[in-house]
């Protein structure tokens, strides 16, 4: 099953795995999947898709979690997964412009898999964590790769507005052993993943994260990108699939309006 928000009023949507769309009437992030209330039936694609979620207590991010990326960075394999946080103001939805700020000449796509929790962990086991995993969706983990070498902490780095593009939907009850994630820049291929290649798993970095901050309900953490990333320049399109929940979409702008 997908679930969707729709704008502009944000309202959920979901489409059950025999392709009907129906409006959801429960709030997904207070009220367990199995007692969903569903409204009537959506005609038509949907439309005006927001990011699934609405504002985060944070977004998570976990650094080389591929080994091949690791390398390709000049960086060694980790002995623990690398943790930083992205500000969760750095959310767009689908279709919306990532903006390249004047304070970058470096600005690089991470095609990810994200994960969104639906229950709080802390100091949780993997099962745990596996349990409270509301789904997954597409997103990618913008990082100005000349400041993030410039500077001690990542956080200027990765933490521009509209650095974090997510959706278009969160696929519950994911299979998180075979999930691909694949990156393309106006329509190539440029990076390619499976969980199966991970460092660490999904349960186990959710684990982990929750040893040193409390995940909340509605927290999103990007698990890592594969290799293969590279520049962003005005005037790209962008797209992020992780199978099974669709491809976010978005265009590149260097304009910083008011
Ligand atoms: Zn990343």
Redesign the pocket.
């Known amino acids: 099953m997908l679930l969707y928000r729709l704008g502009p009023e944000g309202f959920y949507a979901v489409v059950n795995d025999e392709g009907e769309q129906r409006w959801l009437f429960s709030d997904p992030l207070e009220t367990p999947p199995a007692e969903w209330q569903m409204g009537r039936a959506l005609e038509g694609d949907p439309r005006g898709l927001l990011a699934p979620v609405v504002a985060p207590s944070k977004i998570l ?3 080389r ?1 591929y080994a091949r990326h690791a390398r390709e960075l000049g960086n060694p394999v980790p002995e623990e997964p690398v943790l930083f946080l992205k500000a969760p103001s750095t959310l767009i939805g689908p279709e919306a412009a990532i903006l390249l700020p004047p304070e970058s000449e470096q600005v690089e796509f ?1 095609g ?1 898999i994200a994960v969104i929790l639906g229950r709080r962990l802390c100091r949780a086991s993997d099962d745990e964590a596996r349990a409270a995993i509301l789904g997954v969706s597409c997103a990618c ?1 913008v ?1 100005a790769r000349d400041l993030q070498r410039r500077d001690a902490t990542f956080a200027r780095a ?1 933490s521009f507005d509209t650095f974090c593009p997510l959706g278009p939907a969160l696929l519950l009850d994911p299979d998180l052993e075979s999930l691909t994630v694949e990156t393309r820049v106006n329509g190539e291929l440029r990076q390619r993943g499976t969980t199966a290649e991970m460092l660490w798993s999904i349960p186990e970095l959710l684990a982990y994260a929750s040893r040193m901050m409390s995940l909340e309900v509605g927290d999103v953490v ?1 698990t ?2 594969p290799e293969g ?1 590279g520049r962003l320049v005005e005037g790209d399109s962008l797209e992020v699939e992780v199978s099974g929940v669709g491809v976010l979409r978005n265009r590149v702008e260097s304009r910083w309006g008011g």
Request: glycine share 24%.
């Open positions: 991010g976990i650094g979690n991470e990810e983990d990082t990765k990007l890592g990108t990333v």
